[in-house]
């Protein structure tokens, strides 16, 4: 079967909880989501999977089905206990990050006159030094991969050893419509691990206002299995609400 753009971004978020036993998975966007479920029904079943609320479930419904089967109760103040001690991968969206893996979220411009007010701070320093933390951009582009944020959220490595924070610091990958970029740089700088089948090395250089790090010998993002199609075709999102987040161009 052949995979669209969206399907090999599903694999490469659902490859961010390879190994990672009974840890929770917190994602943000449709494209990480169903990633995170189809790792649960493939590579990671002991994988949790919560509401956002204050219930864990075991059942893995489609995207854009509600949980039906409640495994245990999660009320806010242990998903703080969770966070602290690492038991979490968080897959954060983020409005710029900067070649250092810096993340922002808040705004765009000055920080106390901003031209664009953004969701805020929330969470993103707590996340981004206590446990596993990763990316998922839908839109790979200049405007998103800048050479330095406006407003720093999300730590990245050169902050974290600034302030000694770098010992509990866990970033893993940011996965976009185009390709899966890690910190293996210089200094934890971003770098590209692989390009998405169809992409080309130019087309991930221009789309990126920072000279990306490019180590020798990029890989090819690897393409759904039969099976891992077949899941999330039909079980995961069988209405596809994946292809109106990545649209292949």
Not at 183 to 201: E, I, K, Q, R, Y
Not at 215 to 236: C, H, I, Q
Request: some cysteine; charged content about 25%; hydrophobic content about 40%.
């Amino acid at each position: 079967m052949t995979a669209t753009r969206a399907e090999i971004a599903v694999v490469a978020c659902s490859d961010l909880f390879r190994g990672a036993g009974a840890i929770l998975a917190s994602t943000v966007g449709v494209v990480p989501t169903i990633g995170a479920r189809l790792a649960r029904l493939t590579h990671a079943p002991e994988l949790l999977l919560s509401d956002g609320e204050a219930t864990l479930y075991a059942d893995t419904p489609a995207v854009d089905e509600p949980f039906r089967e409640p495994e245990a109760p999660f009320p806010y103040a242990r998903l703080f206990e969770l966070i602290a001690r690492g038991r979490r991968h968080v897959v954060m969206g983020a409005a710029q990050i900067d070649r250092h893996g810096n993340q922002n979220l808040s705004a765009i411009g000055d920080r106390d006159r901003p031209t664009r007010q953004l969701l805020g701070a929330r969470a993103a320093a707590t996340n981004t030094v206590n446990h596993a933390t990763s990316y998922w951009i839908a839109r790979h582009s200049p405007r998103v991969f800048v050479e330095q944020v406006d407003v720093v959220t999300g730590v990245g490595p050169d902050r974290a050893r600034e302030t000694g924070a770098d010992r509990f610091q866990d970033l893993r990958r940011i996965v976009t419509d185009l390709a899966v970029l890690d910190f293996t740089g210089p200094d934890g700088a971003v770098a590209l691990a692989s390009l998405h089948p169809g992409v080309t090395l130019d087309r991930v250089v221009d789309a990126t206002d920072f000279p990306l790090h490019i180590p020798a010998g990029v890989s090819e993002t690897r393409l759904p299995t039969d099976e891992e199609l077949r899941l999330v075709r039909e079980r995961l999102d069988p209405r596809a609400l994946r292809d109106r987040e990545v649209t292949a161009s």
